[in-house]
């Protein structure tokens, strides 16, 4: 299956999913970069997430909400026609 989003508000082509209630660690790599005072760019390297629930999926770019669980948001895509089958889904002719 493949997704062919394209935002109706936007136009933009990428969906993201917004979570809520998640712990999230990120490695700090060893290169910084000092600005003075207070001021520090920190270098990220990999990154786990843990718990956690979906709260919504939206535009990556606007904002525009296209349903708050994978029900809705295949309900939303399908409905649009922005879902393609592949011949390997096992799906029924």
């Known amino acids: 299956m493949t997704i062919k989003f394209k935002c109706p508000k ?3 082509t990428r969906v993201e999913e917004v979570m809520v209630n998640v ?10 970069t000092y600005h003075g005072e207070d001021l520090v760019d920190l270098s990220y ?11 919504r999926y939206q535009c990556q770019e606007c904002g525009w909400v296209l349903g708050g669980d994978a029900k ?5 895509l399908l409905k649009n026609k922005m ?10 002719d």
Do not use: H, R, W, Y
């Open 10 to 12: 936007c136009g933009n």
């Open 23 to 32: 712990t999230v660690s990120s490695e700090i790599k060893p290169d910084a």
């Open 45 to 55: 390297g990999e990154q786990t997430n843990e718990g956690g629930e979906v709260d």
């Open 72 to 76: 809705q948001l295949m309900a939303f």
């Open 83 to 92: 879902v393609e089958f592949d011949d390997d889904d096992g799906f029924p």
